[in-house]
């Protein structure tokens, strides 16, 4: 149980276009959904928590209108990369959790190229 | 300002020998940590909390308060064992909570 879903799992977009990402609880409802980045060798940077039915809280330095999250129903949370430049290249992973674990299951990323 | 660090960026270790991983913490208050996993081609998953004292695949950790450490031990070493580790606190947030991720030890066992 408590798997998480993601896709794409890889995506090569053009600068300047735009790019969603979902991410889905399949078996359990996800009161809350994170976003990370991951850059090559380093570890996860939070980006973003989304709780179903509100607007997502941003982490200091991330940009919400250029990292757009919808979390819509307590099983899918979408972030959208608008305007996308090259900078933007990253392996972005999401994970839920239910109310009070605290224990997060992650997706398993998706790679974003901008060319 | 509250963060976790990991000092060991890589460390190898020998099958069979005891391993070790640090992770110190500077979290006011009684933070709740956890250390996740992630082996080559999958996924990051939840090794194991500090609060269920638990052993997960051999490994423990242990809670230090005096020291501020959350260090993960196992006392004989597998090959299963390589991969990334992760320290994270858990902090609150007016009702949320977050992960925040330390910057790993990838552990490598030498058969």
């Known amino acids: 149980g408590a798997v998480v879903s993601q896709h794409p799992s890889w995506v090569i977009c053009k600068s300047g276009t735009s790019v969603k990402i979902e991410c889905r609880s399949l078996?359990?409802?996800?009161?809350?959904m994170f976003w990370y980045r991951q850059f090559p060798k380093q570890s996860l940077m939070l980006m973003a928590t989304?709780?179903?039915?509100?607007?997502?809280?941003?982490e200091q330095g991330v940009e919400k209108d250029k990292f757009l999250i919808n979390h819509a129903s307590l099983t899918l949370s979408t972030l959208t990369v608008t305007s996308a430049h090259p900078e933007d290249s990253s392996f972005y992973i999401c994970?839920?959790?239910?109310?009070?674990?605290?224990?997060?299951?992650f997706g398993p990323g998706t790679r974003l190229t901008v060319t | 300002a509250q963060r976790v660090t990991q000092p060991e960026k890589l460390l190898s270790v020998f099958k069979g020998a005891p391993v070790e991983l640090k992770c110190n913490y500077s979290?006011?208050?009684?933070?709740?940590l956890f250390w996740y996993v992630q082996y080559s081609r999958q996924r990051l998953q939840l090794l194991l909390r500090?609060?269920s004292r638990e052993s997960i695949k051999g490994f423990t950790a242990d809670l230090n308060k005096g020291e501020t450490s959350f260090h993960l031990k196992k006392p004989f070493a597998q090959e299963e064992d390589s991969a990334m580790y992760y320290c994270?606190?858990?902090?609150?947030?007016?009702?949320?909570?977050?992960?925040?991720f330390g910057t790993g030890t990838r552990l490598t066992i030498i058969p």
């Open positions: 994970s839920a959790n239910t109310q009070g674990l605290g224990e997060q299951y």
């Open positions: 994270a606190p858990v902090v609150y947030n007016f009702g949320n909570e977050k992960l925040t």
């Open positions: 500090h609060i």
């Open positions: 078996d359990f409802q996800a009161t809350t």
């Open positions: 989304s709780n179903e039915g509100s607007k997502a809280t941003y």
């Open positions: 979290y006011s208050g009684s933070p709740e």
